[in-house]
C-alpha cells in the first residue's frame, strides 16, 4: 500500500522529482494490456483450483517458458517441468515482460493469495535491464521488494531466491547481471527465510555465457540469448533440485 501512494504521488511531480523515485520497487501494472490481463485472470484461477501446491514460481518469460512446447526439441520445454516439479503440483506464475515493478503489483494484488505452498522460487530482473534500462542501483532493491513481499503474503513459505541469468545482450547488461547477483549474495547469505543460488555456472562456459544453451539465437530472425533452451532449463532444474528437495517435501 506505501508504494503504491509513492507511486501515485510520485507521478504529480516534476519529472526532476520523478527521476528520483526508483520505479524498480513500484507496483506497475499492466492491465491496460489484453493478454496480460487475462494471464492474470487465469493465474489466479489456477491458484484457487490448486491451493495444496507446494511449490510455486514467480518471474518473467523465463519462468513462464517453462510451459513451452515446440516442435524441435530445444524448445520443448515442458517436459523438465513435468519431471522435476509436476510431483509438487506446482505453479507457474511467469509473465512476459515483466520487471520486479509488474511482478510488485501482482503480488499486491493477490497472486498467491489463498495459496500455502512449501517453496516460492523467485526469478526476476531480466527485464529491468531491458527497454525500461533500470540499472543495478534500482533492480537490486526492486529484487528485495518482490522477497519482502512474497514473505508477506507466504510467512511459512521458504524462498529460493535465484540470481538475474546470464545473458548474450550487451555489455552493460552483463555488468549490472554481475553486480546485483553480487549484492543479492552477501545479502541473504544469512537470511534463514531466503536461500539464493545464482545458477549461471551451468549456463556459461569459463564465465561466458553459452548461446547454444539458449532458444533466441536459433529464432527466425537471431535474437539475443536471454531464454534457456530445454537442455539449459534442466540444467537449472538440475542445480537447484536439492534446495527444491530440502524445502519443498
Partial sequence: MIRRIILA?????????????????????????PWWRAHFTQTNA?????????????????????????????????????HYYAPYHALDFGFIGDTTANLIWRLDHGEVSGLHPKL?????????????????????????????????????????????LPSVRSPWVDRQTRLTNAALARYYQKNPAVTFINVAPVLTHDGVTDPGLYVDPRMTPPRPALH???????????YIQPAVVRYAH
Fill in 46 to 82: 489456477l491458484a484457487k483450483a490448486d491451493p495444496q501446491a507446494r511449490v510455486i514460481w514467480l518471474g518473467d518469460s523465463i519462468s513462464y517458458y517453462w510451459q513451452r512446447t515446440g516442435d524441435h526439441g530445444y524448445d520443448n520445454v515442458l517436459p523438465v517441468w513435468q
Fill in 228 to 238: 534457456p533452451d530445454a537442455t539449459g532449463m534442466a540444467r537449472i532444474a538440475a
Fill in 120 to 164: 516460492a522460487i523467485i526469478l526476476i530482473g531480466a527485464n529491468n535491464f531491458g527497454l525500461v534500462h533500470w540499472d543495478a542501483a534500482m533492480t537490486i532493491p526492486g529484487i528485495e521488494a518482490v522477497v519482502a513481499d512474497t514473505r508477506r503474503d507466504l510467512p511459512a513459505t521458504h524462498i529460493l531466491l535465484l540470481g538475474v
Fill in 9 to 33: 504521488a510520485s507521478l504529480l511531480l516534476p519529472l526532476a522529482a520523478q527521476a528520483r523515485v526508483n520505479l524498480a520497487t513500484a507496483p506497475i501494472s499492466r492491465m491496460d494490456l
